[in-house]
């Protein structure tokens, strides 16, 4: 224990083991009314989450008022319910930063309590999630109106459509919530230990600063290295391929086939991403489970060895490519959530759109510059490994931008965020703001968070009609 409390100790100081807390602390002013959002609705605290976060006030207030309203306000899910469910999905990831905060969240309703003994003590209805959380969570491609039917048809134990709504939003947002709290090397909060009862089982004061990450550290220093380019470099190399793409955009008269071999292109070299960079460097997830100390998260998983597949596998019937054109958040998603779980489709819009068209005009220490060409990168990079297509996007610019280590790290925090290590967050962009790196985890959480979305409420549609 005395050699536990000195780990926690040592990795544990400030909001971030990856970011120097003096870089993240009153890094940027928030603006008056998210102050007293904070004041009124979390008594003024901001928690490591928050605070990075804060290095982006704009998209923090966006990301407020979504979360408070999944959690707080009126909907047709009780509020227990809520946070049991925000238990489930962080669990998928064993991301205990956040199941031990939504289970003081749940102690504190004061009913129920012996639900957090494990998912088996929780009602059926509740246990009836499994199925679709481990999917969204995973393999999201995977979700059929069938299992949207074996939901709202399950007699004594079904769901409502608009209950259904509430909980799959709450499963996807607390998916990605985990990919930025991996992402960024978030801290836990040790406020959070200091509770009685089962969450002193859950959260035990040793492992109260342990951040996950860490975990297969010590491993990297003698794994295959990820293909860092010259660092002295790599801004002024990525600025000129900006340029070039720019200019070329004006040239190109690529057909609907061309374009279309080109995300295929891109969707199979996505593949090699894992063997390239991740299979020689870590760990297997199953075997994250049993570390010492033995993880108790565990008890609100199902089926712990379900993980993600690749959308496309070699040598296998892979399922169709999803095309926006045909199902996409601002045309289908949008209204019908909107329907079901009233004013939600707005706050999630206001969330997505913030993270994607947040800039500053710079890049590193270069100022006045269009970094949209970046960012859709980025946010259609990880929509193509979930298997969803853009017909207006050209695919070919993925490879131009986004390096082999940036995206070894995308993948990582996207797919199976408990792997994320902080040598894999400093192998790319080295000369890059942590401010700027914390905004390319905002993109890939609202990217993953609206993938799942797209493939659920799809699903839920089929049904309807």
Request: charged share 20%; net charge negative; hydrophobic share 35%.
């Amino acid at each position: 224990q005395e050699k536990e409390m000195k780990m926690s100790r040592h990795i544990s100081t400030g909001p971030s083991s990856f970011i120097p807390e003096n870089e993240i602390i009153g890094a940027m002013p928030l603006s008056d009314s998210t102050v007293m959002f904070l004041d009124e609705e979390f008594s003024g605290r901001m928690d490591n989450l928050t605070q990075l976060m804060g290095l982006h006030p704009h998209y923090l207030q966006a990301f407020l008022r979504c979360h408070y309203y999944l959690l707080r306000m009126d909907g047709p899910l009780p509020h227990h319910y809520r946070h049991y469910i925000a238990i489930m999905a962080a669990a998928r990831h064993q991301c205990s930063a956040l199941v031990c905060q939504h289970v003081q969240e749940f102690e504190q309703i004061g009913v129920c309590s012996d639900w957090l003994r494990g998912l088996e003590f929780c009602p059926q209805r509740l246990r009836n999630l499994n199925e679709i959380n481990k999917i969204l969570a995973h393999r999201p491609w995977l979700i059929t109106k069938q299992h949207i039917q074996a939901l709202v048809k399950t007699g004594e134990h079904s769901w409502s459509l608009a209950e259904l709504v509430h909980a799959v939003v709450l499963l996807a947002h607390f998916h990605a919530l985990a990919s930025f709290v991996f992402g960024s090397g978030v801290n836990p909060d040790l406020e959070v230990t200091e509770v009685n009862g089962v969450t002193d089982d859950l959260c035990p004061p040793a492992m109260a600063g342990l951040c996950t990450c860490h975990l297969t550290n010590s491993n990297q220093a003698n794994g295959n290295p990820v293909c860092n380019p010259d660092t002295g470099s790599e801004l002024e190399a990525l600025m000129e391929r900006m340029k070039r793409l720019l200019e070329e955009r004006e040239d190109d008269d690529a057909s609907e086939e061309e374009m279309f071999t080109r995300f295929e292109k891109e969707k199979k070299e996505s593949l090699l991403v894992v063997s390239a960079g991740i299979t020689t460097q870590i760990l297997p997830t199953r075997l994250l489970f049993f570390m010492v100390p033995p993880s108790p998260v565990a008890r609100f998983v199902d089926d712990p060895s379900f993980g993600y597949q690749d959308f496309a596998r070699h040598g296998e019937d892979n399922p169709p490519t999803f095309k926006a054109q045909d199902y996409s958040w601002e045309d289908h998603g949008f209204s019908l959530v909107n329907r079901l779980y009233s004013d939600i489709g707005h706050l999630l819009d206001d969330k997505f759109r913030t993270a994607c068209d947040l800039t500053y005009y710079n890049m590193a220490s270069h100022e006045g510059v269009d970094t949209s060409m970046l960012r859709r990168a980025l946010f259609n990079y990880v929509h193509c490994m979930y298997g969803i297509r853009y017909d207006d996007y050209d695919y070919g610019e993925v490879n131009q931008l986004l390096e082999c280590s940036l995206k070894v790290y995308i993948k990582t925090v996207t797919c199976y965020p408990e792997r994320t290590t902080r040598r894999m967050y400093e192998s790319y962009w080295h000369q890059f703001r942590h401010s700027e790196k914390v905004h390319v985890n905002l993109l890939l959480m609202e990217a993953r968070m609206q993938a799942e979305l797209l493939y659920a409420l799809r699903a839920i549609t089929h049904y309807m009609t």
